[in-house]
């Protein structure tokens, strides 16, 4: 990496009063250049190659399900790849997640490679917290485009603002149920909807876990290439799986710690 390349990473990017309580109004907000311009096409093409080879979806769009359509789905490239993990364990993505959070710091849940394909189907509603065993609220997703998302119809992340303040409002994880179920409860509350209207490549979104977000699908030619990395807050405890989804989540992303014990595993370090 040059000298650019690491200060894109460890440069920390001040954030605003206002925008710190409009993402704990509203359950989101969009921040720009978090990725300096000049870094995205190095980290495009390093996490797109670590993507590539490590992607297990092998069948045609047609035949996957609604869940496989929505996007190919690669998690903890940070323990493949060298370059990937210096972009994971980032200082100034999770200082800017922590200042949002309004805590000292933060541990990692997991990063995952969210690549919607052209002609991708949408990625119903949804809230990330429901697969996760723990015991805050204090959690925050940032999505970041590593290609120009320059209308919604690429596949825009989408909020349903406000909603998080309900706290966890389904047990449906994503699916079509998650979509139908969501969708009414949305309506009834009268959530207002919000997405961008575009974002850089470098751009991210930061939503609450109990954000309910969806996406359309990808009605471009172009693969829309997005990395997440997920936050929270550290001294969170590890909680009792209440379903087979977080059980997974127990073992797969914090290494069986038991249910009390301290979400502190080797694959959740704090970063600052």
Not at 108 to 126: C, I, N, R, S, V
């Amino acid at each position: 990496m040059t000298t650019i390349h690491v200060s894109a990473l460890n440069d920390f990017l001040p954030i605003a009063d206002e925008q710190k309580q409009e993402f704990r109004e509203n359950g989101h907000t969009l921040i720009r250049n978090v990725l300096a311009t000049e870094a995205v096409p190095y980290f495009q093409q390093v996490i797109g190659k670590a993507a590539h080879q490590h992607n297990e979806e092998k069948r045609k769009l047609q035949d996957r399900d609604t869940y496989g359509k929505a996007f190919l789905q690669i998690m903890n490239l940070w323990l493949t790849d060298e370059e990937v993990k210096r972009f994971v364990l980032a200082k100034r993505f999770a200082k800017i997640a922590a200042d949002l959070l309004g805590v000292a710091n933060v541990r990692l849940y997991h990063d995952q490679a969210l690549f919607k394909e052209p002609g991708g189907g949408p990625t119903p509603w949804h809230q990330d917290q429901n697969y996760w065993p723990l015991d805050t609220n204090n959690t925050v997703t940032m999505w970041m485009p590593l290609v120009d998302i320059p209308n919604v119809d690429m596949g825009m992340l989408t909020f349903a603002s406000r909603s998080h303040r309900a706290g966890n409002a389904s047990g449906h994880v994503i699916s079509d149920e998650s979509e139908a179920e969501f969708s009414k409860y949305v309506e009834e509350k009268e959530f207002p909807i919000s997405r961008p209207s575009h974002m850089r490549a470098g751009d991210a979104t930061w939503h609450y876990g109990y954000t309910i977000h969806n996406a359309p699908g990808n009605s471009s030619d172009r693969m829309r290439e997005v990395m997440t990395v997920i936050y929270f807050a550290d001294g969170a405890r590890v909680t009792e799986p209440q379903h087979q989804w977080q059980e997974n989540d127990r073992q797969q992303w914090l290494m069986g710690r038991s249910a009390g014990s301290l979400a502190d595993s080797e694959l959740n370090p704090t970063l600052l």
